[in-house]
């Protein structure tokens, strides 16, 4: 059984960068489906970026396309988020997430909060 553990959230400025981590252990996340999904105060969780067990390809929400990119590290079994030109609207709590077949995993989450 895999584990995921989030780091990298924290409180950053409108237009500022930040990148988020997803590191596991247990397993390789690789031969997982990976993605980001978020969940803002008082709203749905929302998927945000996903990228194949492959790597071929990756997809996103509407919302982060041109300002978010994510990544794998094989050789560091980790599933990266990276978070440019945020904004407000931004704020959640990120989750990342390894899916494959019936198995579905889940981390405990960072808060990102976007404000001046």
């Known amino acids: 059984q895999i584990q995921l553990v989030e780091s990298g959230g924290g409180l950053v400025q409108p237009g500022g960068s930040l990148r988020l981590s997803c590191a596991a252990s247990?397993?390789?996340?690789?031969?997982?489906?990976n993605k980001w999904y978020r969940q803002a105060p008082g709203k749905e969780r929302e998927f945000v970026a996903g990228?194949?067990?492959?790597?071929?390809?990756?997809n996103y929400a509407d919302s982060v396309k041109g300002r978010f990119t994510i990544s794998r590290d094989s050789a560091k079994n980790t599933v990266y988020l990276q978070m440019n030109s945020l904004k407000p609207e931004d704020t959640a709590v990120y989750y990342c997430?390894?899916?494959?077949?019936?198995?579905?995993?889940w981390g405990q989450g960072t808060q990102v909060t976007v404000s001046s």
């Open positions: 990228i194949s067990w492959g790597g071929g390809s990756t």
């Open positions: 997430n390894a899916v494959r077949n019936v198995e579905d995993y």
């Open positions: 247990g397993g390789i996340v690789s031969i997982y489906h």
